[in-house]
């Protein structure tokens, strides 16, 4: 491929195409077929219980201590790796490695299964280091292949077609689940049962077929995601430059300077008092905030009374939709809100529309008040992401160095989300219950809030 002048519209639509390829990942998988498919394995299970690694978990908790364990990897690893990465110039193949990795883990989860618990979880845990890794370096490209002035809106149009790419597949894949003799998926029953069985027994019968049709369209959902994210990724590839490799060996002191770096930066905060005060709030918040939007449709499977199967994963998909499309109107609502309020007050209110929610989930057990939240949810989510952000950018100090202190920022949220998720498994593997461990959240968002307040106005 001839190398690419940066700024060309060639360049940016390419990158900006990996969100489409990736973006079902986050859709289909961590949003809403696999949790689909994951508790209906323990659909014959009245308590839910799975041995794995030496003990018995319930089988909600488990899953969230394994993505808990994956953003801890993803924490850790993704500044040494990108440190290396810009070292030795190869950053396009890394973001390759982690593509595929998180590619093939997809489509491992065919085989996904209780009497294979340990390489099911392997297969899930690629598919989420996959994309989170290959992010990191995704991400990176922009300030490479974009001007300034460029980025936010070629940024903007990568989330776009991400979203249009992950909610055709989706749509794709619910029909599959829902309507699988379309897909040639076998729902018959034997001929000998309906000739001699009551109409109960063929009803039931029916009931059942479908069910394991379902079932296995699910399965086949999983392949359709890794198939689609590796080959769409392909263009990508082709078009991002390869990165210029300088030569130079991978030592111990590049291995470890990205953690430097991030110590480094920890030190110059402790001179912006602002920006200090608001990380720290940021931190508390947004473990509740990012646990929440990860355990949701766990949630609602568990805890909610869908009266069907059937009813079940459309409403839960449905909700999935909802929250994507409300939040485009949410992130609008709150920018506008905090260019008339201030981020601050702003992000205050937010995180008390958050702490109610945790209140009203609580409570919750029928679809339509699961579609309220879900609505909710969606306004103040995409409101919470992009103004946390933006707010932490404009606290920054004059320096050329934003990509250590964004990295910082990365570090945190994912240090966050592991202590929030290991917080919500360990009350719901003690007390039984999703609704307790959603509660307990209350009291993240309440000091957050807390600590919003005592943000100073000016850096001192």
Known sequence: MKHLEKGSSKLLNAWAFYDWANSVYTLTIASSIFPIFYSALFVSQTEK??????????????????????????????????????????KKNFMKFFCYVGGLGCIGLYWFSIDNIHLSLLFYFMGLIGYWGSL??????????????????????????????????????????????WFGFDISISETLKETGTEAQITQALKE??????????????????????????????????????????????????????????????????????????????????????????????????????????????????????????????????????????????????????VYAYFMETPVQFYIAASLVGLVM??????????????????????????????????GIVIGMVIFATIDQVTGSMRNAILFLFIFFLIGIILLFRVPKTNK
Not at 66 to 81: D, E, G, H, K, R
Not at 144 to 170: C, H, N, T
């Open 49 to 90: 219980l799975v041995p794995a690694f030496g003990m018995v978990f319930k089988s909600t908790a488990l899953i969230t201590y394994v993505t808990a364990f994956t953003f801890l990897v993803v924490a850790f690893t993704s500044p040494i790796l990108s440190g290396i990465a810009d070292y030795v110039g190869n």
């Open 136 to 181: 990191v370096f995704y991400n990176s490209y922009l300030p490479d292949i974009a001007y300034p002035e460029q980025q936010d809106r070629i940024s903007a149009k990568g989330f776009s077609m991400g979203y249009v790419g992950s909610v055709i597949l989706l749509l794709l894949n619910l029909a599959m689940v829902m309507k699988p003799d």
């Open 209 to 358: 077929a479908k069910d394991a049709a379902s079932f296995e369209a699910m399965r086949i959902a999983f392949i359709t995601v890794g198939l689609w994210w590796i080959l769409f990724s392909q263009y990508t590839f082709y078009v991002l430059p390869k990165g210029v490799s300088n030569g130079h060996k991978v030592t111990k002191d590049v291995v470890f300077n990205g953690l430097k770096e991030l110590k480094l930066v920890w030190h110059q905060m402790q001179q912006n008092l602002r920006l200090k005060s608001y990380l720290i709030a940021f931190f508390v918040f947004s473990m509740a905030v990012q646990t929440i939007m990860l355990v949701a449709v766990y949630f609602g499977e568990e805890e909610i009374s869908w009266g069907g199967d059937d009813a079940k994963t459309t409403g839960l998909i449905v909700s999935i939709l909802v929250i994507q499309l409300v939040a485009i109107v949410g992130a609008t609502l709150t920018s506008l809100a905090s260019s008339k309020f201030g981020n601050i007050k702003t992000l205050i209110v937010v995180n008390i529309i958050w702490m109610l929610l945790c």
């Open 382 to 415: 995409g409101g919470i992401q992009s103004l946390a952000r933006s707010t932490y950018s404009k606290f920054l100090p004059d320096t050329e160095d934003t990509t250590s202190y964004f990295s910082f920022y990365d570090v945190a949220e994912k240090i």
